[in-house]
């Protein structure tokens, strides 16, 4: 059960960021949270993370895919 618990998170995170861009797009969704992502940042956020869902099952880690969305996401909204 503990391999399982990355792709879990990931689920959420794709279904958190689901939300956000219906929201953004005019289209009213329960949601919890809202977040400042623009749509572009969302998208690409969605892109990282349905990739790292597909890597959790070859990654000798299970939580490695999902730490390196972080990285990249950040690195990505980092200044030049």
């Given amino acids: 059960r503990r391999a399982a618990q990355p792709k879990l998170i990931l689920e959420d995170l794709l279904r958190v960021l689901l939300v956000h861009v219906l929201r953004r797009n ?22 990282l993370l349905q990739r790292a869902y597909n890597e959790i099952k070859f ?19 980092a200044p030049s």
């Fill in 26 to 47: 005019g289209i009213e969704v329960s949601a919890e949270n809202e977040y400042t992502f623009s749509i572009k940042e969302a998208a690409h956020l969605m892109s």
């Fill in 59 to 77: 990654a000798p880690l299970p939580h490695i895919p999902l730490e390196i969305v972080v990285i990249e996401f950040l690195d990505a909204q």
